[in-house]
């Protein structure tokens, strides 16, 4: 069935993705790394939209968030467009770390998908895509388009 191959690939990228991290002595999660790299992307970007971004529940962002601010990878503001919205940019100590990850996570992509030949790869991948995108409106914690989350606001 769709559903238990891709909870199947979701639990093996995840724990290869901890593994690295783990062996390379960087305590960082997926959603974590997601959550610097759109922040890196897009600077100022408010939480809300964060979660939009990275798919993530707009609940519990805030935590995500708050985590990565104790470990000094973020920092956060008041946003000056709405006071009622936290805006985030990256520390000099998050950039270095995702200077450090990014090999490593381009490294990992492989592994994830090591029972493909590299056409495989990049049809898998581009069926993957079709099909989240197609699905995407169905989920409790949609995508959304980098061209409709604006920084900031």
């Known amino acids: 069935m769709a559903g238990h191959l891709i909870r199947r690939l ?29 922040i890196r992307v897009n600077p100022g970007i408010d939480q809300a939209s964060l979660a939009g971004l990275i798919a993530y529940d707009r609940a519990t962002i805030g935590g995500v968030v708050d985590r990565l601010e104790s470990k000094g990878y973020v920092a956060r503001k008041v946003s000056a467009r709405d006071r009622r919205a936290r805006v985030a940019t990256l520390t000099e100590p998050g ?17 994830i998908l090591g029972g493909l030949d590299p056409q495989e790869q990049q049809e898998f991948l581009r069926l993957a895509t079709k099909a989240a995108d197609a699905g995407n409106h169905l989920s409790r914690a949609p995508l959304v388009d980098p061209g409709d989350a604006r920084a900031g606001d």
């Open 10 to 38: 979701n639990q093996i990228s995840v724990s290869i993705f901890q593994d690295r991290m783990k062996s390379n002595g960087i305590d960082l999660t997926p959603v974590q790394f997601a959550a610097l790299n759109a």
């Open 95 to 111: 950039r270095a770390l995702l200077a450090r990850v990014m090999p490593l996570v381009q490294d990992l992509q492989q592994d």
